[in-house]
Structures are given as C-alpha cells and as structure tokens.
C-alpha cells in the first residue's frame, strides 16, 4: 500500500521497475535496519555522494521554534563545508553570529560536519523549514548578502499579495459584492507545525467564502495579533500555544475570538462550520483564575502537588484545569 501511494510522487520501487530503493523496516523489532544502511551505503558509493568539510557551508533548516529562555532555535543538518562556532550565517534575509551548537544527545558541541544534524542559537528571527543557510567568513559580508535576500524575499511576497487581492476582486465581482472573506491570525509552537495548518486551510474549498490567513508565526499569542483581529474583523487560531495576560485583557475588550487547539483537524473542522455556518460551540468556557506553579512537591500517596500562586480571579475545588508550560 504505501509503495503504491509513493508512485503518486513519481517515486517507483526498483523491483517494480522503478529507480527508487525502498528497504522494509521495523522500528518495533528492528529489522530491516542493517538493509538500510548497507543500501544507503551502497547508493552513495553508485551515486559519488560526497561532500567537502572545506567547501563554502550550506545546511538545511529542518525545524524551528521560538524559545522563552533561549530565543530563535533552528535544527539544521549540514549540506556541505562545515558549520562552527562564530560563524555568521544568512537564511530567509536575516543574519546572527552561531552562538551554540546542541547535537542529539543534548550536548554542546563546537562544530558541525556534512551530514551531521544539530539545534543552533543565534539567529535573531525563526527561519522557515526548508530554508538554506549559509556562513561567512565576515559580518560585513554576510550583512550584504541577507539585504539582498530580503530584498528578492519582499518582491517576491508583494507579487504574491498582488496576485490574492487580484484573485479576491474577480470573486467579489462575481458575487455581486455579496462575496464575505474569513480572515485568520494563526500561531503556533513550531514553524513545522505553522506549515502544517497553513498548507492544511489552503486545501478547504470554499467556493462561496474565501478564506484567508492574513498573518501567521510561532510564539504565543500577543496584543499585537488581537489589534490585529480588530482591524481586519478576524479570527485568531492557537494552535500547542497561549495567549499572554495583556492579549486576553485586550480581546475581552476588543470582543475577538481566539481559540486554542492541540488537534491540526479540529481547526479544520471549526473553519469549514464557520463557512457553512454550522458552527456552534459545544461547550463555553468560563475562566475562573489563574495561577503560576512556584514549586512541586511530590507525596508517594497522593502524587505530585503543585505549590501555586494565584494572578487573577480564584480557584474553586471542583474547577477543571489547563497546564500551560
């Protein structure tokens, strides 16, 4: 089943005719990962892989995040050259100096080689998955280049922009200006996960009401994207985040919507009820308090108990709790 399912990516298994090398393996019980190795192995020698320790560095963003305590994160795996501490490096028209180096076994490490996977610290903004990063030898240098970039990155979004507003008039004219838009403020833990639930709406049909995400990035939610939802009379989505206390003073005033998830389909679900209008909420939620765990203290008979202090409102016995970390 999944070889037949991959033939839709144009890629065909050998013993099917193909010139793809697929290796049946088992994470549960192991087998099969000697074959993948040896096939791996095997494929690089056929195909000459290789890669200089000393060519101009370029690694592969593989996942990114906004850290509290830390900053922008970015998990990389090495393309070619070799990534090292004080390196400055350029991805998606910003720059910063390599500050750390963190491999998989949570370890600070000084340098990595082609192939070889880590987190860094550094860069001043979250680059997107997929992006590539490149080092210098200076900051003069690398300053140029990541203004070049964000110069062909800004023309290229304002084509792109162009191009939805374009697209929206046409809609509009043939409703007869009956047409209504949903705008969504989407944020998330992770910049994967953003991907995910933007590539995820861009697929919902909605022929009647278009749906657009005028503004998404990783981090909790803040004043900034409720004044947002003001002005553009939208629909602010959380997805494994919170909103901070002045983002939910302001929309209690302000009267906009924000829903947190944990579930990728339920946002989907709650978007196309929105636009059937068929949404209506199962349960309402009514905040009592909150409160900042200071301390746990853990008892062999009863658990773990949490020494709190309470921010705002009160805690009730039989109220129901979320843990936001």
């Given amino acids: 089943k999944v070889k037949e399912e991959l033939t839709k990516y144009n890629l065909v298994a050998e013993e099917w005719g193909g010139s793809t090398v697929m290796v049946s393996v088992s994470a549960k019980s192991g087998d099969g990962i000697n074959d993948l190795l040896e096939m791996i192995q095997l494929v690089a020698d056929m195909q000459d892989l290789k890669a200089s320790k000393s060519a101009k560095t370029n690694a592969i963003i593989i996942e990114s995040k906004l850290s509290s305590k830390k900053g922008p994160l970015a998990s990389v795996i090495v393309k070619s050259g070799t990534l090292s501490i004080g390196d400055y490096m350029s991805v998606d028209g910003f720059y910063g100096k390599l500050r750390a180096i963190i491999n998989d076994k949570n370890e600070r490490i000084k340098k990595l080689n082609p192939g070889d996977p880590g987190e860094i610290l550094g860069l001043p903004k979250v680059p997107s998955p997929g ?21 062909k990155l800004e023309l290229s979004q304002q084509s792109t922009q162009k191009m939805s507003v374009s697209l929206e008039a046409l ?87 924000i829903k947190s998830y944990k579930i990728i389909y339920e946002i989907l679900e709650d978007i196309e009820r929105v636009i059937q209008g068929l949404y209506k909420p199962e349960f309402i939620e009514v905040e009592l308090g909150e409160a900042e765990v200071r301390q746990l203290f853990k008892f062999s008979k009863i658990g773990i108990i949490a020494g709190s202090y309470i921010l705002k409102g009160r805690i009730t016995q039989k109220a129901s709790i979320r843990v936001l970390r």
């Fill in 171 to 257: 809609s509009s004219q043939a409703e007869e200006g009956t047409l209504r838009q949903l705008n969504l403020i989407i944020k998330a833990d992770v910049q994967g996960s953003l991907e995910a639930i933007k590539g995820s709406i861009e697929k919902i049909e909605s022929k009647d009401i278009p749906i657009k995400i005028i503004h998404s990035s990783t981090g909790s939610i803040n004043e900034n994207d409720v004044l947002l939802a003001k002005a553009s009379d939208g629909i602010i989505f959380g997805f494994n985040t919170s909103a901070s206390n002045e983002a939910k003073k302001c929309a209690e005033a302000e009267e906009i919507t």
């Fill in 131 to 151: 992006s590539i990063l490149t080092t210098f030898k200076s900051e003069k240098e690398c300053r140029k280049y990541s203004e070049e970039q964000a110069e």
